[in-house]
């Protein structure tokens, strides 16, 4: 039995554009959403079986969302990435699969919620995480003995984990990586958001 675009609209439009909404910047779910069913509708003879309409909808909409982040003038920072893998330890540095789509999406929320980190810590993340300088240089950048430099590298660590964590709900699979995320609010991971940070950890 076949489907058409039209009973898949009426079926997951609303689930999807939500979905949608949670990955990409407001002013442009819109855009995305209707690219996903351009591409629904060119591929849905291709799909053999029915009963996995569901999950190929959704991969197209990963792909779609991908394809989104790559074209944009900001395009996703390689060291954001970096700096993400070491935000959740678990995290396997895959470069493949729905996990390294997710996670690229997900980096996009690291630029504006570092600007939260007070200057020290935010100076030591960028230096460790997002240029990928060693603890030795770190230290000599900062003024600090080495033990120092890790001990402010590994604090900015945790607040920066503390904000995107209160950002977003992450979902992990049973090896560590992050399959899907939702932001807790609409604007939680742009640059206007004036929160203020958490306390130091100590």
């Not at 039209?6 to 979905?19: G, I, N």
């Not at 997002?130 to 900062?142: K, S």
């Not at 699979?173 to 399959?179: I, L, N, Q």
Request: net charge negative; aromatic share 6%; proline share 4%.
């Amino acid at each position: 039995m076949t489907i058409t675009t039209e009973e898949l609209w009426q079926e997951l439009h609303t689930s999807l554009r939500a979905f949608i909404a949670r990955r990409v910047a407001p002013e442009d779910v819109d855009d995305v959403f209707q690219d996903v069913f351009v591409r629904i509708h060119r591929g849905l003879a291709t799909l053999a079986q029915r009963e996995r309409v569901q999950a190929w909808v959704y991969q197209i909409t990963r792909n779609t969302i991908s394809d989104y982040y790559r074209t944009r003038a900001r395009p996703v920072d390689v060291g954001a990435e970096a700096a993400l893998i070491n935000l959740i330890a678990e995290e396997p540095d895959d470069s493949e699969g729905d996990a390294a789509v997710v996670r690229g999406e997900l980096a996009t929320c690291l630029e504006p919620l570092l600007k939260q980190l007070p200057n020290a810590y935010r100076e030591a993340v960028i230096l460790a995480d997002f240029r990928g300088e060693a603890q030795r240089t770190v230290a000599e950048r900062l003024g600090l003995s080495v033990p120092g430099a890790k001990s402010r590298v590994q604090r900015g660590r945790a607040l920066l984990r503390h904000l995107l964590q209160a950002c977003c709900e992450l979902e992990i699979d049973h090896r560590g990586s992050v399959v899907d995320f939702q932001a807790r609010s609409a604007t939680c991971c742009q640059a206007g958001d004036a929160r203020e940070p958490p306390a130091p950890v100590s």
